[in-house]
């Protein structure tokens, strides 16, 4: 098996010459500034679309046929608990104090009373979910958008939050999970 930190450097590598690579699908200066590596976006979104249609969709439509709702609303709330995490850390980047206290109140509660997560009594007891990521984070230090970019099987994005999702998953709780095959598994059911 390949350990997951292999796997997110031939990533980040594929990404960076990617990158490197869009500077030849640059727009002569004609087309939208949002989005100088149309020509990179645009064979992207087809692989996605491909992909999407005869391997995600399929899969999507098999899990939900074999999956009952209540299993499957008590695997969300289960992803979303250990999201929490994230937005903890999120939200103290921010300078949001009063959303962190929320986001830890969120995290004991349905980790203790919600059985680790499986029921959602937090948001029953009125403390609302707000979903924070990396890429929030750095808008609030001023960081811009950044050109439009349609990334390899997450869909479309900008450069900044692109950034923030590999932040976001480098750093993400499923990722101390042993063996590493529970670790594909948690974001295969993560992602469906």
């Not at 990158?19 to 087309?31: L, S």
């Not at 679309?49 to 074999?66: C, M």
């Not at 979910?129 to 609030?140: C, I, K, M, N, Y």
């Not at 230090?141 to 950034?163: A, E, F, K």
Request: glycine share 14%; charged share 20%; with cysteine.
């Amino acid at each position: 098996m390949i350990p997951m930190e292999r796997i997110a450097c031939a990533l980040v590598l594929m990404l960076m010459s990617a990158f490197h690579g869009v500077a030849a699908f640059a727009d002569d200066g004609g087309g939208d500034p949002r989005d100088p590596w149309e020509g990179f976006n645009r064979a992207v979104f087809a692989f996605n679309d491909t992909a999407d249609q005869y391997v995600l969709q399929p899969v999507a439509r098999g899990y939900r046929k074999v999956t009952p709702t209540f299993v499957d609303q008590s695997l969300a709330n289960v992803f979303n608990n250990i999201g929490e995490i994230k937005n903890i850390g999120n939200d103290a980047l921010q300078g949001k104090g009063g959303d962190v206290l929320v986001s830890i109140g969120r995290f004991v509660i349905n980790t203790t009373v919600g059985v680790l997560g499986i029921f959602d009594v937090a948001s029953y007891i009125g403390l609302k979910r707000d979903s924070e990521d990396f890429g929030q984070t750095l808008a609030v230090w001023g960081v811009g958008n950044g050109p439009y970019i349609m990334l390899p099987l997450l869909g479309p994005s900008t450069l900044r939050d692109g950034v923030g999702r590999g932040v976001d998953s480098y750093t993400a709780v499923t990722r101390g999970i042993d063996p590493e095959s529970a670790q594909y598994g948690m974001t295969l059911l993560d992602l469906l």
